[in-house]
C-alpha cells in the first residue's frame, strides 16, 4: 500500500507542470518534471552534509578555497571521500542550492546549468541523458523557468518528511501519470501497472509466496534487461515487501534507451540504490551482468523489432559458444527478436531455482515450422520443463498496440506435482472497459480480475480444474513429428508438337505422337542429344499417369515431388522423458502407425521417408479454449428474415410506397 499523504506531492508536482503549458507540447512534460523531482530531492538529501562535503572538497584540492572554483578532477578515491562525507551515494560540489539559485534571477538558468554538473560523476550521468540543458533554455526562454524552480523550493522533500519508500511510490505515481498523458509513445517504454501487478502475483503464487513469508528475514533479487523506466522492477520490490515486510531486495536491470534509463535510475538513485544496479546498454549484445544469476526475472521486450542492426555479435555467440552461450537453443527469424530476450533471460536463472515472467504477443506461441529457431526455443523449453503456464490477456491493454498479449511464467524449480505439465489460463474477456482511452489501451484489469486470474493460476490442478478458462496439459501435447509422405512416381512419356517447338528439339518433329513407357526408350531415339539436352527433353515428355507403371530405382520405388505431402503427427506421451537414442524408434512407430491407421486406407500406396522427420513444438493457445458454436436452425433464420420483410413492408404502407 502506498504511504499516507504521498498524493499531495504528487498533486503538487502535477500542478506545477500546468506552467508548462504553450513551451512543451504534453508528452514533453515528464521529460522536464521528473528530472526536476530528482534535482529537488538530491538538493534537500545533500543539505544537512553541505558544508561538511564542501570543506572536504577543498582539503582534497577539488575546489578552491572560495568553494566556487574548481580545483583538480575528482579520481575514483577522493570520489569515495566525498560521498563518505555527503552520507549518501552521490554529492555535490556546487556551493548553490534551490533556495540561495532564486536569489539571482537573472542569471538562473546558468547558474541551474552548473549545479547540474557539480554533481557527482554518476548522478550527473542521470541529469545528462534527460538532456535537461536544452529544457532549461527553453525554460529560461519562455520566462517561466524562475516560477517553476520556485515552486520545486517549496516542495518539502527533505528525507525526515519523505522517505525513500515514498520518494520512489511518489517518482512512480509521476511517471504513470506521465506516461499515460503520453500515451503515443508511452508503449514503448512503460508497462501498465495493473500488468505489472499481475506478473507479480503470478511469479509469487503457492509455494514462493510460502517461502517467503515463512523465511524471517529473506533476500532476493530481481533483474529486468528490459527495462525501459524500472516500472517491474519497483513493481516486484512491492510485491515482495508486501509479502514480507523485513524482506532485502536487490533491484537490477539494464535499458537501451538514454532517456528511459536516466528514469529507471532516477527512481532507484531516490530509494538509495547503487548506481551499478540499473546499466545502460543493449542487454542482448553488452550483458551488464555477466555471470550473474537472480531470484526473480520478469520483462516485457519489444514486440515485432528488428534485430538486424545488432545481428552480428548474437550470431557469432550462437555459433561459437552453441549451448554453452545464451542463444544455443536457436535464433528467431530476423524480423522479431522477443524470444532473444526470453533466451538471455532463461540464462540468468539461478541453479537452485529461479522464476521467470514475461510478456509476449502471440507470434512466439506459435511461428516458424518444425526445425525453425522458433520452433527449436519452444522444444528446448519444454524439453528442460521449464515453462509453468501461460496466461492470455485481454487485447486493448496497451498504449501503443491492441494485439493480443500473454504473460509466460517459467522456473528450473517446479513442484513434484507440476512436473511435465504445463497450465493454460484464459484471462481475455476479464479485462475491463476504460472510460477514456489511451492511445490504444482502451481495457485494464482490475484489481478483482487480478486476483481471479491468479486463483485460477493457483488451482488449475485442483479447485478450478473443471474451469472452461483453464487447461493443464502434458508438455508432450505441444510436440509434433512433421513427417513427408510419399507417393510413388507413375510417368509415360509422350512427345508433343510443345515438346519439339524450339531447339535442339525441333529435329524430333517426326516424333510427335509416339508414345514411351520409359524415359529409356525415348532416349533411344535421341542418340545425337548432350547429357544436359536429353535431361530437358525427358522432363517435357514426361506425363503424370495414375495408370502409369512405377518408377523404380534400384529396385525401390521413385518418390514423385508432385505428390509428397506432409503432415504432424502427435509426439507420444512421455517424449521429453525418453533417452535421445530411443528417441527415433518411437518416432517411427508412431508415423507408422499413423500411416496405417490415417493414409492406407486412402492412399494404400503411401510410404514416410523418415529421414526427413523434424520434431516441432508450437504452443496453440486459442485453439486449447475454442468452443463449437453450431450454426443457427434454418427455420429460425428464414423465419426471422419474414419478420424482417413484414416490418420493412409495414413501413412502406406508412410512406404510402
Not at 523531482?37 to 572536504?56: E, G, S
Not at 530509494?271 to 544469476?293: C, H, I, V, W
Request: glycine letters at 8%.
Amino acid at each position: 500500500m502506498a504511504p499516507v499523504g504521498f498524493g499531495d506531492k504528487v498533486a503538487f508536482v502535477w500542478k506545477v507542470a500546468d506552467k508548462l503549458r504553450g513551451t512543451f507540447k504534453q508528452h514533453e512534460y515528464g521529460s522536464v518534471m521528473l528530472p526536476l523531482l530528482v534535482l529537488r530531492r538530491m538538493d534537500a538529501v545533500l543539505a544537512p552534509t553541505k558544508d561538511a562535503v564542501l570543506d572536504q572538497a577543498v582539503a582534497l584540492g577539488a575546489l578552491e578555497a572560495d568553494r566556487k572554483t574548481s580545483g583538480k578532477p575528482v579520481d575514483a578515491g577522493m570520489d569515495l571521500i566525498l560521498k563518505k562525507a555527503a552520507g549518501q551515494r552521490f554529492y555535490s560540489l556546487s556551493p548553490l542550492m534551490f533556495t540561495t539559485m532564486l536569489a539571482n534571477d537573472k542569471e538562473l538558468a546558468l547558474q541551474l546549468a552548473s549545479y547540474i554538473r557539480r554533481l557527482s560523476k554518476d548522478a550527473y550521468a542521470v541529469m545528462e541523458a534527460y538532456n535537461f540543458d536544452d529544457k532549461i533554455a527553453r525554460m529560461d526562454r519562455a520566462e517561466i523557468l524562475y516560477p517553476v524552480l520556485a515552486d520545486f523550493a517549496d516542495l518539502d522533500l527533505r528525507p525526515s518528511a519523505v522517505s525513500n519508500e515514498t520518494m520512489g511510490y511518489i517518482f512512480e505515481e509521476l511517471l504513470r501519470k506521465f506516461s499515460e498523458m503520453s500515451n503515443e509513445t508511452a508503449g514503448e517504454h512503460y508497462t501498465p501497472r495493473e500488468v505489472i501487478d499481475l506478473m507479480v502475483a503470478l511469479l509469487l503464487h503457492g509455494r514462493t509466496s510460502q517461502e517467503l513469508t515463512a523465511n524471517p528475514k529473506p533476500v532476493r533479487t530481481v533483474y529486468d534487461p528490459a527495462a525501459g523506466t524500472g516500472g517491474m522492477l519497483m513493481g516486484a520490490a512491492h510485491g515482495i515487501s508486501a509479502a514480507n515486510d523485513a524482506a532485502t531486495v536487490k533491484v537490477h536491470g539494464q535499458e537501451l534507451n538514454p532517456e528511459t534509463w536516466a528514469i529507471a535510475q532516477s527512481d532507484l538513485m531516490m530509494q538509495d540504490t547503487s548506481p551499478e544496479q540499473m546499466a545502460y546498454g543493449n542487454s542482448l549484445t553488452q550483458d551488464a551482468f555477466r555471470g550473474k544469476t537472480f531470484d526473480f526475472i520478469l520483462a516485457n521486450p519489444p514486440y515485432g523489432v528488428d534485430w538486424k542492426s545488432y545481428a552480428k555479435p548474437i550470431k557469432e555467440e550462437h555459433e561459437k559458444q552453441g549451448e554453452h552461450g545464451r542463444f544455443g537453443a536457436g535464433l528467431p527469424r530476423i524480423s522479431d527478436g522477443s524470444l532473444l530476450f526470453l533466451q538471455h533471460m532463461l540464462s540468468k536463472m539461478k541453479p537452485g531455482g529461479s522464476r521467470v515472467g514475461i510478456v509476449l504477443s502471440g507470434s512466439p506461441l506459435f511461428s516458424g515450422a518444425a526445425g525453425s529457431g522458433e520452433s527449436e526455443i519452444r522444444r528446448w523449453i519444454l524439453e528442460n520443463d521449464w515453462l509453468e503456464g501461460i496466461v492470455a490477456l485481454p487485447d486493448q491493454m496497451f498504449y501503443n498496440t491492441g494485439i493480443s498479449t500473454y504473460v509466460w511464467i517459467l522456473t528450473n524449480d517446479k513442484a513434484t506435482e507440476d512436473r511435465g505439465l504445463v497450465r493454460l489460463v484464459d484471462g481475455r474477456e476479464l479485462g475491463t472497459k476504460m472510460r477514456k482511452s489511451l492511445g490504444d489501451k482502451r481495457k485494464e484489469l482490475t484489481p478483482g480480475a487480478i486476483t481471479d486470474i491468479t486463483k485460477l493460476y493457483g488451482g488449475a490442478r485442483d479447485e478450478f480444474a473443471g474451469d472452461p478458462r483453464v487447461r493443464v496439459l502434458q508438455r508432450e501435447e505441444f510436440g509434433f513429428q512433421r513427417i513427408s509422405v510419399e507417393r510413388p512416381l507413375r510417368r509415360r512419356w509422350e512427345v508433343t508438337a510443345e515438346a519439339v517447338a524450339t531447339e535442339p528439339f525441333t529435329r524430333f518433329a517426326d516424333l510427335v505422337g509416339r508414345r514411351f513407357d520409359t524415359e529409356k526408350a525415348l532416349l533411344a531415339e535421341t542418340t545425337d542429344l548432350t547429357a544436359v539436352q536429353k535431361k530437358a527433353f525427358a522432363k517435357v515428355c514426361a506425363i503424370a499417369d495414375p495408370e502409369a507403371p512405377v518408377i523404380t530405382k534400384m529396385g525401390k520405388p521413385e518418390p514423385d515431388p508432385d505428390l509428397r505431402d506432409q503432415e504432424n503427427v502427435p509426439l507420444p506421451a512421455g517424449f521429453f522423458d525418453l533417452p535421445d537414442d530411443d528417441r527415433p524408434k518411437v518416432l517411427e512407430e508412431a508415423a507408422e502407425q499413423h500411416l496405417t491407421t490415417e493414409i492406407h486406407p486412402y492412399v494404400p500406396d503411401a510410404w514416410i521417408d523418415h529421414s526427413k522427420t523434424k520434431v516441432g513444438v508450437e504452443i496453440p493457445f486459442t485453439r486449447q479454449f475454442y468452443v463449437y458454436e453450431p450454426p443457427r436452425p434454418v427455420d429460425e433464420i428464414a423465419a426471422e428474415i419474414k419478420g424482417l420483410e413484414a416490418k420493412i413492408q409495414d413501413w412502406m404502407k406508412g410512406l404510402g410506397l
